[in-house]
């Protein structure tokens, strides 16, 4: 069982700079990989970042690769999004989760919702214009 907590949201003006947390109870954090989603009001949620168990492998969603940047340190059970040259249209609640990988490769990872068995409660991120 794993329990995530977000952290980090907030109110920003376009253009601005956020950092999300994400801080994971349980002793085998290392065994799991880890995604970023989003939802905004009407919408599904969708897809943002992943990254691998180890860290050497990460991936984005068209839509914020190069701006935003996930990452992760493991000694302190924690994954972070750190969100740059935000853009109104990135306002959403977002999600962290976790996808149990055991010893498997520490380059896999995933972008695909089903396939996470943990999630946080969300946190809000408001982008003004």
């Known amino acids: 069982q794993v329990h995530l907590v977000e952290s980090g949201g907030g109110l920003v003006q376009a253009g601005g700079s956020l950092r999300l947390s994400c801080a994971a109870s349980?002793?085998?954090?290392?065994?799991?990989?880890m995604g970023w989603f989003r939802q905004a009001p009407g919408k599904e949620r969708e897809f943002v970042a992943a990254?691998?168990?180890?860290?050497?492998?990460?991936y984005y969603a068209d839509s914020v690769k190069g701006r935003f940047t996930i990452s992760r340190t493991n000694a302190k059970n924690s994954v972070y999004l750190q969100m740059n040259t935000l853009k109104p249209e990135d306002t959403a609640v977002y999600f962290c989760?976790?996808?149990?990988?055991?010893?498997?490769?520490?380059?896999?990872?995933?972008?695909?919702?089903?396939?996470?068995?943990?999630w946080g409660q969300g946190t809000q991120v408001t982008v003004s214009s």
């Open positions: 989760a976790a996808d149990y990988v055991g010893f498997s490769s520490g380059s896999y990872y995933s972008s695909v919702e089903g396939q996470y068995d943990y």
């Open positions: 349980g002793r085998t954090f290392s065994m799991y990989a």
């Open positions: 990254i691998s168990r180890s860290g050497s492998s990460t």
